[in-house]
């Protein structure tokens, strides 16, 4: 399987550390998940994207591209390939427009469901399926659902980015699942502002604050929410990882079948797991 990195913060933040530095850091995680890359960011608005299919502890440009990105908005994945060949091609995040998404997960016998799933994604969307996993497919099944919510390029709220992609995994369930055989789903999608997580069957962790803020005594956006759960539904950040990464960052695991994220005002949203909450309305 692979391992996912999602980022969104109120102020450009560097993420070096959670990328390289720490002692479980994204690109630690590649020695399990050797077989490919890929680390999106955005700058005013716009997604900028690397991928490679190496490893990316061993990557020179992975050290690089770590090194120097600074945004609001950060999706990163290192993959174990268990659909599709090693090639750039089947690396995530997958991108369309200003979307992208990553996946940790697998589709048992995609190559038996795949026709089927990739009927249900939009013509005008199929035709930029450009690679042959099963990661790619939903990506672009996702924004079929997005879609009827207006143009993609127009803002969409939380709340239909979320029901979005909700339908696009059942869609895949309706499909692939069968008896004891159940479709790994965890997967993190975001547009630079909106960004939206599904546990989906592998574990997948969050935070929203940090037990100390090394730099309390200096960033201008230092709220309550920095260092303690909020109480006004609001968040500073929200990081997803699919291992904790070290540091100060509090970190709480993902029910199978919740979905969690922030909208443009980092108004915090959760909802399905056991809990059935609904933070953002």
Known sequence: MCRLFGFRSVIQSQVHRSLMDADNALGIQSNQHPDGWGVAFYVDGAPHITRSPTTALNCALFRRVSGVVASETVLAHVRKATQGQLSVLNCHPFQHGKWVMAHNGDIPEFDRHRDAVLKRIAPRLRRYVLGDTDSEAI?????????????LSNPIGVEETASALQRALEDVRSVCDHGTERALLTVIVTDGTTMVAAEGGKELYWSTYKSRCGDRDTCPSLSPECEAPTTTGHVNHLIFSSETIQGENVWLPMEDGELIGVD??????????????????
Not at 265 to 281: C, E, I, N, Q
Request: aromatic share 16%; net charge positive.
């Open 139 to 151: 990506f672009f099944l996702f924004l079929t659902h997005l879609s009827q919510y207006g143009p």
């Open 264 to 281: 443009w005002r980092m108004k915090l949203m959760r909802s399905g797991g056991k809990r059935h909450l609904a933070l953002a309305k």
